[in-house]
């Protein structure tokens, strides 16, 4: 059954057009009354990344949890793993994040986790669904049952306490020299003091947000400015945050971008060797590199493929008994410790492995040579490109150039409208030339 407002990771779009107060109060009616499970006093905690419609938001979200008899625990700006973290910890019956991770600040969303600290299923988030579109006033709560909101002071020492622990107690990184962008957003806080208290030096950027720099020219979506602070102040390693802090990639000594791929590559490799790896291989998506895989696989072990979504890597890690997962993009899900992608965790256990083997960035990540890859977006406005007949042939044509040197992936994008085409194979000219035919394929029928 085809969802209304969830997408691959929640509910998200242009704030006051798609994401409006009225949603966002009925989404706080209807996850409220969903998770209204027994008779003990039921709370909520919300946590947001730094974008200005995260206050009309949160309010709406407010006053729909306490009309159905929910107290509210706020956390202010904090990064989704730590509302996910927070959310368990603290014994909430729900958590939500409110951000739209690497989008835009025009854009918001709305991220829901259950009790247990896991991003809810399909059918919870269909029952919701159900609820938001049905008739919620003869559901509110009696005048003396409604509840309580209540800013929480104390989260932002809670969670970098949390992360260091995912360090052996006596791990130092004195000396190290540190550049950390986050983004402007959920992490300008807590991601700097974790890496000060555990003996970095920090140079920190985009740690001034106003509500409207979210994302723009920093964070992991824009790294060129990590990589030339790098290369200025003569780091170590550059550490770049998105958003909401649940991705992360990495910038080396040369200032030269180390993608999710590598992270996964050098984590596995280092829980392999402490025994620490809970299956012989790790869980990815379809877009991960085939040198990831080839390398693992000189290792002994697998790499599992999922659609692209975190969620979907989190379920098949979660089925599979996988303890490493993640994305390209930076999703590092380390599930011995946390039940989302954590950028700053995934950060911390990098920083580790460079720490104990005392050589530069460079070559502590560089574990394969990936094959050349190419991903284009194509933006559109409405319709379903797709199903588009030029668009079907050009995708059977280029599919038939690359034979069997390569792979050919088209999508759309499960949290805005575009169509995402990635090409790989060992010839980078005929990868780049099959590409740009599904893509002026595409931008015809979406024009």
């Not at 006093?41 to 947001?48: A, D, P, S």
């Not at 800013?151 to 260091?164: C, D, G, L, M, N």
């Not at 979210?214 to 790098?230: F, H, M, Q, Y």
Request: glycine share 10%; charged share 25%.
């Amino acid at each position: 059954m085809a969802r209304r407002f969830f997408g691959t990771d929640g509910i998200r779009g242009r704030a006051n057009a798609t994401i409006t107060p009225e949603l966002a109060l009925k989404v706080g009616m209807a996850a409220g009354l969903t998770f209204h499970r027994g008779d003990h006093r039921h709370r909520v905690v919300i946590g947001k990344d730094t974008r200005l419609s995260g206050y009309m938001i949160e309010n709406a979200l407010v006053a729909g949890f306490t009309s159905v008899g929910m107290d509210v625990l706020l956390l202010g700006p904090m990064p989704t793993p730590a509302v996910a973290m927070l959310t368990h910890s603290m014994r909430a019956d729900l958590g939500v994040m409110i951000s739209a991770s690497h989008n835009p600040f025009d854009d918001n969303g709305i991220k829901l986790f259950g009790p247990d600290g896991y991003k809810l299923s399909d059918e919870v988030e269909h029952q919701i669904e159900a609820l938001i579109d049905g008739d919620l006033s003869a559901k509110l709560a009696q005048p003396a049952a409604m509840g309580r909101a209540k800013r929480i002071e104390s989260v932002h020492a809670r969670y970098i306490e949390f992360a260091k622990r995912t360090l052996p107690r006596n791990q130092s990184f004195d000396g190290l020299r540190v550049v950390v962008d986050c983004a402007n957003g959920a992490a300008y806080r807590v991601a700097p003091e974790a890496l000060w208290e555990l003996g970095c030096e920090v140079i920190t950027i985009g740690d001034k947000p106003d509500g409207f720099n979210i994302n723009r020219d920093v964070g992991s979506t824009a790294p060129e400015a990590l990589a030339a602070k790098v290369r200025e102040v003569r780091a170590d390693v550059g550490i770049a945050l998105d958003g909401d802090a649940d991705r992360v990639l990495v910038v080396d000594e040369k200032g030269h971008l180390v993608d999710g791929d590598q992270l996964m590559a050098v984590i596995a490799e280092s829980f392999k060797e402490d025994g620490r790896l809970s299956r012989d291989g790790i869980v990815a998506t379809v877009m991960s590199n085939l040198g990831l895989e080839r390398h693992l696989a000189s290792l002994g072990l697998t790499l599992e493929r999922t659609p692209v979504g975190d969620r979907y890597v989190l379920e098949q890690m979660r089925a599979g008994g996988f303890n490493v997962g993640g994305e390209q993009s930076g999703h590092i899900i380390l599930s011995d410790y946390s039940t989302t992608g954590d950028g700053l965790v995934a950060a911390l256990q990098l920083l580790a492995v460079v720490n104990r083997r005392q050589r530069p960035v460079s070559e502590v990540c560089h574990r394969f040579d990936a094959l050349p890859q190419i991903l284009k977006n194509v933006r559109y406005k409405s319709g379903r490109p797709l199903e588009n007949d030029g668009v079907l042939k050009a995708i059977a044509a280029a599919e038939l150039k690359l034979n069997s040197h390569g792979r050919l992936l088209i999508r759309p994008s499960g949290t805005e409208p575009v169509i995402r085409v990635m090409g790989e194979g060992d010839d980078r000219d005929l990868v780049e030339a099959v590409v740009n035919d599904v893509v002026e394929a595409v931008g015809t029928a979406a024009a």
